[in-house]
Every structure is written in structure tokens, then in C-alpha cells.
């Protein structure tokens, strides 16, 4: 099982080093996700996930990071970090844990405005980490074929199967402006502060109407499987 620092006494996490030297963290956001989703969706789906996986790989599990990068959604609901600031927090926090033995730290990212801050980490650390101490970045939706949406199909269904009193089915809605460009081009466009409500029209991004807990729990049963495959070949510490 996992070990949640949160629940878990000085004493206790001293023993339980002796067994695991690794910890997940999960990373998130607060950004709108349309009129049917809550603020924190990528921090519960993150959360979740990064729980699941460290059921499996039987590790400590520390609380999630619920801000991020979301200046694009402007002027829409988000609760943002500068990248710098972002980079800071997390570098601080892997530096606090390698002074309490632990010797790997996972992220696992909920929030595709956090890929470019995430993957930075291990070289932004004081080079006294460098040695023993390994710090790994992976996206959730890595460990899914289908594509990622936002507050669409994909989203709402994790929601409806880990949170489903937050889902508000009745105010769903697709997208209101046709996507016609390709990822890349948009991918490179959301980086603009306040560019996703105007690409979308509504802020979300894919169909929510034909969600289903079903889905969602398929979703998670994949994306845990594969997450914990890919954990299983990084290089240990």
C-alpha cells in the first residue's frame, strides 16, 4: 500500500524509510474546466492517479500541488504560478525530502501547462542532489491512447469515476468555436496568457456529453497499469 505522509507520525516515516526511499508527488492545477467541472479537476485527477500508482509500487504519497501554470485561461477562473516560481517550489520541496533519506521523487502532472516546468527540475537543482538522487516528471495522459481534452470527454469521465458528486452532467457543453488548426499550432498558441477562451469560446476543449463513469474507471485502470510500467524501467537510485 501507499504511505501518505499526511497520516503518517516522524517515528513512523523513519521506520517505513527503511522499506521505500521513493515518494510521488502529484501535480495540479486550479483553472476553470467549463460549467460542468470544478476548479481542482487536474488536482484530483493527478491526486488519484498518483495515489493508484503508489498503491502498486508501494511508496510514500505526498499531498498534491494544486497551483500551476494556467495563464492562459485568463480571463477566466485560474489561481497561476510564474514558471519560476513553480520551478522554485518544487525544487525546495525535492531538496527537503533528500535531506529526510528520501532518494527518488516522482511528479506526476495533471496539468499540461506544468510539462515545461516539470521537466527542468533535476537541472535546476543545486548540483550537490546530483548524485543518488533521481527526480522523474511523468504526464498521466502518457499512460493513455486517447488524446487529451480539457473538460471534455477524457476529463469529465476520471471526474465522473473519482469525484462524480463534483460533475454537473446538466451544464455540459462541447466547445463553442470549431477547432480547426492543428495541436501543434495550438499547443504553441495556449501559451499566450488568455488565449484558451478565445480559441475555444467556453473554455473547454472536446465533447463532455458522452462522459460516463464506465469510461472513467476503464481510464484509470489503463492509465495506472501504464504508469507503473513506466515507473518500473527508470533507473533506480
Not at 486550479?30 to 492517479?49: F, K, M, N, W, Y
Not at 520541496?93 to 496539468?111: D, M, P, R, T, Y
Not at 537541472?123 to 522523474?136: E, K, P, V
Amino acid at each position: 500500500m501507499s504511505v501518505p505522509i499526511y497520516n503518517i507520525s516522524h517515528h513512523e516515516f523513519r521506520r517505513r524509510l527503511r522499506r521505500t526511499r521513493r515518494a510521488i508527488i502529484p501535480v495540479g492545477s486550479l483553472e476553470q474546466h467549463g460549467a460542468h467541472l470544478p476548479v481542482s479537476t487536474d488536482s484530483l485527477i493527478s491526486e488519484r492517479i498518483a495515489t493508484l500508482v503508489a498503491d502498486e509500487i508501494k511508496c510514500f504519497i505526498l499531498p498534491v500541488i494544486p497551483y500551476g501554470v494556467s495563464f492562459e485561461h485568463l480571463p477566466m477562473f485560474n489561481v497561476s504560478l510564474r514558471n519560476s516560481t513553480l520551478s522554485d517550489l518544487l525544487c525546495e520541496v525535492c531538496a527537503s525530502l533528500s535531506g529526510q533519506g528520501i532518494k527518488e521523487i516522482i511528479f506526476i502532472n495533471g496539468h499540461h501547462g506544468n510539462t515545461g516546468v516539470l521537466q527542468y527540475i533535476s537541472q535546476n537543482l543545486d548540483a550537490n542532489f546530483s548524485t543518488g538522487f533521481g527526480i522523474f516528471a511523468i504526464n498521466y495522459w502518457n499512460g493513455m491512447h486517447r488524446e487529451l481534452d480539457h473538460a471534455g470527454e477524457v476529463e469529465t469521465s476520471l471526474l465522473l469515476a473519482i469525484s462524480p458528486n463534483l460533475v454537473r452532467m446538466d451544464k455540459a457543453e462541447p466547445n463553442l468555436r470549431k477547432l480547426s488548426k492543428s495541436r501543434i499550432a495550438y499547443s504553441s498558441i495556449t501559451t499566450i496568457p488568455g488565449s484558451f477562451p478565445k480559441v475555444t469560446g467556453n473554455g473547454i476543449w472536446g465533447d463532455p456529453r458522452s462522459a460516463s463513469k464506465e469510461k472513467g474507471e476503464t481510464l484509470l485502470k489503463e492509465i495506472v497499469g501504464n504508469l507503473v510500467h513506466i515507473i518500473s524501467e527508470l533507473p533506480q537510485q
